[in-house]
């Protein structure tokens, strides 16, 4: 089974980032830019074939490794 | 209009992030996963309404900025 982990910085946490990565646009002519947030994504295939079980592994390994939650927020998504 | 854009390194591209990742996993106890691919995951907020100009807007940052499209390839999502 594959899965899709999505890690973003919560709102109201500073994205140095994507405000980076939106000025950048901005000079590059790219003007219609309001808003840039960027995240991570992690795709892992699993030997685990049980959905359920599937999904409560990888939220353990986002909260004990894949995300720092204090400041990010994660989603997961069974392929 | 929001867009999300996708970047992951092209299959057959050593990925050593993922590989650190996965063998971080492993040493935690995770021992049911066999692969971990990492990208870069960027949420825009785009003033263009137009579904069909924003999708080809962002495709155009991807070419020119966002994505190295030499060893990583993209995928746009509007939203």
Do not use: S, W
């Not at 946490?13 to 901005?26: K, M, N, S, T």
């Not at 995240?39 to 939220?59: N, S």
């Amino acid at each position: 089974m594959k899965a899709r982990v999505h890690i973003m910085l919560k709102t109201g946490v500073l994205d140095p980032q994507g405000e980076a990565v939106r000025h950048a646009l901005g000079t590059l002519g790219f003007e219609g830019v309001t808003g840039v947030r960027q995240g991570k994504v992690i795709e892992l295939d699993l030997a685990e074939t049980d959905r359920a079980k599937a999904g409560a592994d990888v939220a353990r390994m986002c909260e004990t490794l894949l995300a720092n939650t204090v400041i990010e927020q994660y989603d997961v998504e069974l392929l």
